[in-house]
Structure formats: structure tokens, C-alpha cells
């Protein structure tokens, strides 16, 4: 292993770092196929110092040092070799010895943060360092001493496994039992709940006596209630039934679960039980109802994004384009892009990432139209042809330029993450964000198309040219706009797309046929028509799923979209009157 | 006619030394021998099967450095085969008929594999195959330096029920013949345990499969039953990275639900943002996070020959490594490279693997292999959590399916590859 990658190994939490020279290897990579790029060079500046800046930082010096214990002391240092059973065993007394510190050692070992050096056998914390850091800043893990900063090749992590971590994580809880705090408290307790055992209950009674905050103590009160329902005693048990009643907690159910249907139980425990189990299955089934519905609104969203282009496209302007999903990858990997050029702004790169890969994608796709499709017009299938050898260019250069490894597009923490309504029912926050992009961009695509002298230009041509050219319109231009617009709404549906899944060669093509489904269903030249339809197959698509598999709701909508396509071979929403004809 | 003439100049300022290196070159070897490379470097499997492209030129590069085989330059033959299934036998066919290679290494899913299959039985080739694959199968032409199930897939269910104490199962795959007949092995396997069906759910998805909302939800619901519940995933490929980014979406942790991955190597990982998938598992042969002198050695030179100091290597690459070293021992050891020859010194022949044990050809044509359990960390790595005491002998036919119990490969003694031992009859292709 060289050293790069043993520094790799011990920033833990550190993104993986890109070297100068890397930056700018691909900057300009990039640069060739993103031409248009007017930001690239402020940015790229900006984020050289910005790196200088985060150079620092340590962690853990501020805290006094107290006089240890000797046990608390001999624990620590023997966590160092321990295997990971040992290791929950000293964690456990390490709790016990009561030492101040007891917490910052553990949360540093569950956070990857605990070092120790093989050769003097002493325990470390290490604070944060950037990937390639060639000395890390270290505390002594007993006493809290900052020492001299260390090399990465003296010091080894203390490793962790699954079961470990939630030891820790129970401990832990525990330990925030006193946080001043009350959300740190409900948390903790919360915590406690996964794992109930003796010691657990003993620090949640002593909690409860002097527990002030009114929401802290109901969490506590659930959680001694599903202790006593393990218990033996009826009484206790019956009262736990109806104190938990309308708790919607998992743990809670799964405690209620054996004890409603238990042929031993006494009967009023059991009936009590029962109650609150058909509660909560009840409020189970309107949740889960709710939740494919944003399942299915969600992946419709992720149509409409990607259809809504080609609905201009081949729409409005009847060009078959199959290279429309590759405009959608240039799109994503405009996102990587950006976020190569700005590293340290994730945010701002993912936000830019969407006029810049407006801009990429629409100037590809003018050079599309000017170079090709302009000379195949009314040849439907040559178009198709050339526009399908197209696309296997594009995927091919962006093999040659990025390499065939899929890149990753990091997610903005504010994009990242559920948004817990409540214990049963959940969004994620890049999916609703998703949903909410894929409106806007509808929205506003609607408003140059309604609004816009552009938009009457547009429709004034797909609905006579000949009309539209002899009232002055430049047809010839009004066709590249249009063509550079609908693949800028791709470029646009790919920076969401980066966000979901893969930026890599392949993104385009498994969303080109799904576009042009819904296109074709919705009703070829209708916008309207492209939301309906998008969203309507991605609720459908949900829905049959739970039951039917994810192969078999997929076939499922295929087999329906032809059989109704026989019957209205205009789709949902045809066009009518004259344009009908055009 | 300026510009022809510049042109010519061009050209031959290029060609000169070219020239003059290879035949400086050529003179330092007595021949050459063709290796033929066959895998796609374009098309879906691009991602995966590139990198053994360039472990099989970097390998070749350092034989040939070293001296070459029996004095003979290696001359790698690459061809494409695009991630296109029937283009694999075309390819395969071109190789082995029309470049006469002595050595193919090749191939990635199952079904490219059973593709070229009948061309090598046809043209007698010698095919190294570097993947981790279904099993059920036994060719005289095909050396299988990945794991069979019984290498990769048992071990690590062993590990989750036993070390984990996992007792509910999500069997979660790809819709293509890998996944399937790996979770019918799972499956029997887990009843064979005492699982009940009630604790199996069993789950596909189609290839490239990117919105997982509803699957990963049904995960969560199927695992929050208060029985510890583990996923077991052979999802293969592009699929992987959204699976897992709806995972840590849902905040599904590796505490309650740990998903054991079986085609998510560090390569995969590259693409991916680790941070919310600590902790989760995958069950390989060989981790690049394995502290050997072999390991650093292999781990340094890739690098170079990559020019990027942070080019992961991972389990196939190993496997390639080990198949062209046997290869190399083979030839060495017939002294020729004649391909039958080369297939009957290959069994019995060992070579050390790259985490520090040995590596032995079997009679089946499978290999000894070291099983190691790995938890993702936030840099893209595995922790090494759990491993084997021995290398694990390689087994062709599962003990665990009703059809394929009875039958043993042997290409040494029986001389057939699907000997039923009830029957006392070999029931395939026979030597």
C-alpha cells in the first residue's frame, strides 16, 4: 500500500481528496467537452484557497484533564488490542468507571476517530485532517492532552464492526440520559428503546426521577412500559397496553404483536394489546398507502424530467431524436463536473450545475440540429438512424474523456436524509426536492412556450411552416432554438438524474425508451399531456410493484401503454383542429 | 503536393523507431506466444471488465520484463466484444481460430461465459475465467479462478447467522441467471438450516434497475418484524450504486439491517459516496484493504501502471492474477503450450495469492481460496471482519441443489465433469 492510500485510510470522514494537479487534469478534460464553461475559472481559484483553509482544526485540546482512574485508564489502553466482543466489554466499563471523558473516548471510537500506535501501545484521538495530510493533529484519548501532530504511518485505527457500533451507540444514550439538552435527551432515549435490558431500565428509572421536560419524560415512560411488557406481571403489563396505545413505534408493536395473539397472556392484557396493535396496523395501511403514492409521484416526477425535453423535441418538432438521453448524461456529467471544479461547495456546484448544463446540453443540441438533424427533416427514419449513431458517438467520447467508471455526484446535505413525519411514515428529501424541480421545470417551460416570442415562434411553425415563414418567422432558426431547448431541459433532467443514480456512459440509455413512452402516451405536441402521463405511469408503475414484482409491474405497464395505444393511437391528450394535421 | 510530402516525413519520423524498438525487441526473444484478451471495453460491463484488461497487459508487461515463457515474448491480442453476448463467441472464435492464441483470459457475467463455452469445447482453447460466478458447471477448457458459491455466498450467510445471529433473510438479485441460481442455492441452503419460508423473501429486479423506493421500503417493513434480519444481495452492476443511496436515504443502517453484498467490490464503491454505507457488508476472496507483502507489492506496481495513485484493485483482478501465474507455471512446467498439455499439468499446481496463502488448482478446475467478510468503511475500503482459517476448495456442483448433489467434477481420475456418483456415469462432456 503507498502512502497516499494508508492516508486515505485514516481521515476517516474526509472526502477523497483531489490533488492539484488532478483538478486541473480533468478540469480540462472537462472544459473540452463543456465549452461553454464562463464559471469554470473564478471557481476554480475560489476553491484553491478554501482548501488552504481547512488545512486545520483539531479536536478534543480544549477539554482539562482529570485525574483518571485507574481502571478507566487500563480500559482505554486495552481497547487497542481487543477483539470486537472484548471491545463491547470494555466499552461497557468504561462507562461504569464514570469518567468524565468516558463519552469523547467512546463517540471517537465509534466515529473512527480512535488511533492507537502499535510500538509505545498508547491510545489516541485524532481530529480532523484533509485526506493527503502528511501529520495529523492527536490528543492523548486518557488525558485529553493535545500532543505533537503525528504521521499516519505510526498510528493505526481501532476498528469497529456493526455490533460494536450499536453497543456504542446504546452507551452512549445512556451517557446523553443528562444532556442538557431535551432533543438530545428524547434522542437518547429513543436510542435506549432498540436495545432494553436491565441496566438500560435501571438508568431510565434514576432518568425519571428528575426529568423536568414533559416530552423527555412520555419517551421514558414508553420506554419502562415496554420493559414491563417483557415482564411477567399481568398488571404491570395490562398498564403498559394501554399507556403504549397509539404508539406507533416499531418496537413497541413488535412487543404488542406476540402478546395480542399469545394463548397465555391474561385476557385483559391480551384485549388491551390487541387495541393498540389494530391501532397502529390501521394507521400502518393509511401510511403505506400514502407512501406508494409518493413513491409513485416521485418516479413520475423522474419521467416528466426526463420526457418533457423529448416533448418539445419530438413532440412539437416530429424529429425522432434517440440521442436525447445522452444529452441527459452530458447534463450529469456537467453536475460532476462542476462539483470537481468547486469541491468544496457542493451546494453552489449542484445549484449551478443546472444553468450549465442548460447551457451544454442546449449548445450540443443546436450543433446537433445545425450539423444533422436539419438535413434528414421529413425522413423520419434516417433521422432516427443518425440520431441513434449519434448517441453511440457520445457515449463513446465520454468513455474516452471521463473513462467507462461511473463518477459519483456527491448530494447537498440538504438534499440528503428523511424527513420523519412521524414513526411510520417518511420522505426523502431528494425525492420531494426532485418532485418539487420537476414541477418548476414544467412550470417555466410552460411559460416560455405560452409567454414568450420564442414559444408563439415555436408553435407557429409546428402548426404551418409555410403560414409562419411567409409572416416573417426565420423557421430555419426558430427550428435550432427549439432543438437547443429541448435539449437543455435534458441537460437539466440529468443534473436530477445525478442525484438518483450513476453518472456513467449508460445513464442515457435506460431512460430514452421510458421518455419516449411517456411522450407517446401522453399525446404527441402536448406538454400537459407529458406531466399527466409521466406521473400517471409512475403511480401505476408503484402501485403494481408491491404485488406484481419490479419485472412484472414494469411489463405490466408495457403491455397496457400498447393495448391502449391500439385504441387511441394519439395518446391521452391528442391535438386537435388543425394542428392535428400539420 | 507540399503537404504529401510532409506528410510521408511525418510518418516515417513515427515509424523509424518504432520499428527499430520492436525489432531490438524481438531480437532479445526466441518467438512469441499470443495471449488473447476477451474482455468488453465497451457497452455495459465497460465499468467492470476494463480494469482486468489492464491487469492482464500489466501482467504480461512484467512477464515479458522478467524474460518472457520459455524464452518467448507474451504479445497480448485484445479484442472487444462490447458487452454483447453472441459477439463474445465471435470474438472468442476469432482468437482461438484466427490469432491461433495460446491463452485466453476473459469473460465477466455468467452469460458471456456460456457464450464462448461451446467455441472453446469446439476449437479445444484454454479459457481463464476471473469471476465469481453460479457454479453448476464444468468445462475441460475452462480454468475458474473466481469463487463457486461454496466460496463466497455459504461462508458468508455462515458468518451473518452464526457471528450476526441473523435471522430473517432477503434474498435481493438481479433478474439474470447468477442471482437466480445463487439464491436457489441460498435458499435451500437457509431450509436446510431450519429458516422458515415466512423468514425468506426472495426479490428481483430487472438489470440497470434505478428506482428502488418501494423495494428498499419493503426491505425496511420486511426487517422491522423485531427478528434481526439481513439482506443478501447479488444485484449486479449499474443497479448497485442507487440501491445503496436509497438505503442510506431511508436511513436503513447496517446495525438493524446489514445488506452482504457479492458483486460490490472496491471498484463499485469508487462511484459511491461511503459515508452512509459503513458498516454494510461483502463477502470476496481477496480485499485490497488485506495487509500482505504481496498485496502492497501488486497494489504499488497497479498503481504505476495505472499512473493514478488511487486506482483501486479488488477481487477479480486477484483472480486474474492468480489464473496468469498458474498459466505461466503451466507452460513453464510442460514445457510447451500446446493446450491440451497445459490443461493436464494444470491441476495439483499451486501459486501464492495475493493475501498470503496459496492458491491450488483442483482437480474440477476451481482453485483453493482464502473467504473473507468485509464491513465498507467511509473511505471506499473494507475492514476485514471475519475470514476463513484455510483456503476453501472450490466446488463445481452445489451439495446443496436436489439435481446437482450427485454430481462431482474430475478432469483427473473420472476425466469428466459431471460424474454422477449414483449412477456411476458421466453424464456431460467427457475428456
Known amino acids: 500500500m503507498t502512502r497516499t492510500d494508508q492516508v486515505a485510510v485514516l481521515t476517516p470522514g474526509v472526502q477523497p481528496g483531489v490533488s492539484l494537479a488532478q483538478r486541473l487534469q480533468r478540469g480540462l478534460s472537462a472544459l473540452l467537452l463543456a465549452t461553454s464553461f464562463v464559471v469554470a475559472a473564478p471557481a476554480f481559484a475560489q476553491d484553491v484557497q478554501a482548501d488552504a483553509g481547512t488545512a486545520t482544526g483539531a479536536d478534543g485540546g480544549g477539554e482539562a484533564a482529570p485525574a483518571a482512574p485507574h481502571d478507566f485508564a487500563g480500559d482505554v489502553q486495552s481497547m487497542a488490542d481487543a477483539g470486537f466482543s472484548e471491545k463491547e466489554d470494555l466499552a461497557g466499563q468504561i462507562v461504569q468507571s464514570g469518567n468524565p471523558r468516558a463519552m469523547t473516548v467512546l463517540q471517537a471510537l465509534l466515529d473512527g476517530k480512535l488511533y492507537s500506535n502499535s510500538d509505545d501501545g498508547k491510545v489516541y484521538i485524532v481530529g480532523d485532517a484533509p485526506d493527503d495530510a502528511t501529520s495529523l493533529p492527536v490528543s492523548d484519548a486518557i488525558t485529553g492532552e493535545t500532543l505533537k501532530p503525528m504521521s499516519p504511518d505510526d498510528i493505526d485505527r481501532i476498528g469497529t464492526n456493526n455490533g460494536l457500533r450499536k453497543t456504542l451507540k446504546v452507551l452512549i444514550a445512556q451517557l446523553k440520559l443528562n444532556d442538557p439538552s431535551a432533543t438530545v435527551r428524547r434522542q437518547a432515549v429513543k436510542e435506549m428503546m432498540r436495545d432494553l435490558d436491565d441496566s438500560t431500565i435501571a438508568a431510565l428509572r434514576e432518568r425519571k426521577a428528575h426529568e423536568t421536560d414533559p416530552g423527555v419524560l412520555k419517551r421514558i415512560d414508553a420506554g419502562l412500559a415496554l420493559g414491563d411488557l417483557g415482564g411477567a406481571d399481568a398488571d404491570k403489563q395490562l398498564a403498559a397496553a394501554t399507556l403504549l396505545y397509539g404508539d406507533l413505534d416499531d418496537e413497541v408493536y413488535n412487543a404488542l404483536k406476540p402478546l395480542s395473539t399469545g394463548k397465555d397472556t391474561d385476557p385483559r392484557v391480551r384485549a388491551a394489546a390487541l387495541k393498540a396493535v389494530q391501532h397502529v396496523d390501521f394507521w400502518r395501511d393509511i401510511y403505506n398507502a400514502a407512501q406508494t403514492l409518493f413513491f409513485g409521484l416521485s418516479l413520475g416526477s423522474v419521467l416528466v424530467l426526463s420526457a418533457i425535453g423529448l416533448a418539445i423535441t419530438f413532440g412539437v418538432m416530429g424529429v425522432i431524436n434517440m440521442a436525447h438521453g445522452e444529452l441527459m448524461m452530458l447534463g450529469a456529467y456537467t453536475a460532476y463536473v462542476m462539483q470537481l471544479l468547486m469541491p468544496n461547495h457542493i451546494t453552489a456546484a449542484v445549484l449551478l450545475a443546472i444553468p450549465a448544463a442548460f447551457c451544454v446540453s442546449g449548445l450540443a443540441g443546436v450543433a446537433i440540429e445545425r450539423g444533422i438533424v436539419r438535413f434528414l427533416y421529413g425522413r423520419p427514419l434516417e433521422t432516427l438512424l443518425a440520431t441513434f449513431g449519434l448517441s453511440l458517438v457520445l457515449q463513446q467520447l465520454v468513455r474516452s474523456i471521463f473513462s467507462p467508471l461511473n463518477r459519483s455526484v456527491s448530494t447537498p446535505d440538504f438534499m440528503s436524509g428523511v424527513w420523519q413525519l412521524n414513526d411510520l411514515f417518511s420522505l426523502t428529501w431528494n425525492r420531494l426536492y426532485i418532485v418539487l424541480f420537476a414541477l418548476i421545470v414544467f412550470a417555466a417551460l410552460q411559460l416560455v412556450m405560452k409567454r414568450t416570442s420564442l414559444g408563439l415562434k415555436v408553435r407557429a411553425v409546428s402548426q404551418n411552416r409555410a403560414m409562419a415563414r411567409a409572416m416573417g418567422v426565420r423557421s430555419q432558426w426558430v427550428d435550432a432554438a427549439t432543438f437547443g431547448l429541448g435539449s437543455g431541459i435534458a441537460g437539466i433532467a440529468g443534473v436530477a438524474l445525478s442525484q438518483l443514480t450513476n453518472v456513467g456512459p449508460n445513464l442515457g440509455q435506460s431512460y430514452i425508451i421510458d421518455s419516449f413512452m411517456v411522450v407517446v402516451f401522453g399525446g404527441v405536441g402536448n406538454l400537459w399531456g407529458t406531466l399527466i402521463s409521466g406521473m400517471s405511469l409512475g403511480v401505476v408503475n408503484k402501485l403494481l410493484e408491491p404485488y406484481a414484482g419490479a419485472v412484472l409491474a414494469k411489463i405490466f405497464v408495457l403491455v397496457f401503454l400498447i393495448l391502449f395505444i391500439q385504441r387511441r393511437p394519439r395518446g391521452l391528450f391528442p391535438q386537435k383542429g388543425r394542428a392535428a394535421e400539420g | ?431
Open chain 2, 1 to 431: 503536393m507540399q503537404r504529401r510530402n510532409l506528410i510521408r516525413t511525418m510518418i516515417a519520423a513515427v515509424a523509424a523507431p518504432l520499428l527499430m524498438a520492436t525489432s531490438l525487441q524481438a531480437s532479445a526473444f526466441d518467438g512469441e506466444i499470443k495471449v488473447g484478451v476477451l474482455h468488453s471495453l465497451s457497452g455495459t460491463m465497460a465499468i467492470s471488465e476494463s480494469t482486468l484488461k489492464d491487469t492482464v497487459l500489466m501482467l504480461i508487461d512484467e512477464q515479458n520484463a522478467k524474460g518472457g515463457v520459455l524464452g518467448k515474448k507474451l504479445v497480448p491480442v485484445v479484442v472487444d466484444p462490447a458487452s454483447n453476448w453472441p459477439l463474445f463467441a465471435e470474438k472468442a472464435a476469432e482468437l482461438l481460430e484466427k490469432d491461433k492464441v495460446s491463452v485466453v483470459f476473459g469473460c465477466w457475467t455468467s452469460v458471456s461465459r456460456k457464450s464462448v463455452l461451446p467455441v472453446f469445447e469446439k476449437d479445444n482453447g484454454l479459457l481463464f475465467y476471473p469471476v465469481q460466478y453460479e457454479g453448476e458447471e464444468s468445462s475441460k477448457n475452462v480454468f475458474y479462478t473466481g469463487a463457486a458459491p461454496n466460496q463466497q455466498a455459504i461462508p458468508a450467510v455462515d458468518y451473518l447467522m452464526n457471528d450476526v445471529g441473523v435471522k430473517r433473510w432477503v434474498l435481493e438479485g438481479t433478474d439474470y441467471v447468477y442471482p437466480r441460481t445463487t439464491n436457489k442455492i441460498l435458499e435451500a441452503y437457509l431450509k436446510a438450516k431450519g429458516v422458515k419460508s415466512d423468514d425468506i423473501m426472495v426479490n428481483y429486479t430487472p438489470f440497470g434497475f434505478s428506482d428502488w423506493q418501494s423495494e428498499v421500503a419493503k426491505i425496511k417493513a420486511f426487517g422491522s418484524a423485531g427478528k434481526k434480519t439481513a439482506v443478501v444481495s447479488t444485484i449486479n452492476g449499474d443497479a448497485n450504486v442507487p440501491f445503496y443511496k436509497e438505503l442510506g436515504n431511508q436511513k436503513i443502517s447496517a446495525e438493524d439491517i446489514p445488506v452482504v453484498a457479492f458483486s460490490v467490490g472496491e471498484q463499485e464503491l469508487s462511484g459511491l459516496d461511503t459515508k452512509p454505507l459503513v458498516g454494510h457488508l461483502a463477502a470476496w476472496n481477496y480485499f485490497e484493504s488485506v495487509k500482505s507483502p504481496a498485496n502492497k507489492a501488486f497494489i504499488k506496481e497497479w498503481h504505476a501502471y495505472k499512473k493514478d495513485p488511487k486506482a483501486v484493485t479488488n477481487d477479480p483482478m486477484e483472480a486474474t492474477y492468480i489464473g496468469f501465474n498458474l498459466w505461466v507455471k503451466a507452460v513453464e512446467k510442460a514445457g510447451t503450450t500446446d493446450t491440451t498439455k497445459v490443461i493436464d499439468t494444470l491441476p495439483g499446481l499451486e501459486t501464492p495469492n495475493l493475501t498470503g496463502g496459496t492458491a491450488k488448482v483442483l482437480p474440477n478446475h476451481h482453485i483453493t481460496k482464502p473467504v473473507y467478510i468485509g464491513e465498507i468503511n467511509d473511505d471506499g475500503q473494507f475492514d476485514v471482519v471475519w475470514k476463513t482459517k484455510t483456503e476453501v476448495p472450490g466446488d463445481a456442483w452445489s451439495d446443496y441443489l436436489p439435481g446437482s448433489k450427485d454430481l462431482k467434477s474430475d478432469w483427473v481420475t473420472l476425466k469428466c465433469g459431471n460424474y454422477n456418483t449414483k449412477t456411476k456415469q458421466c453424464v456431460g462432456q467427457k475428456n
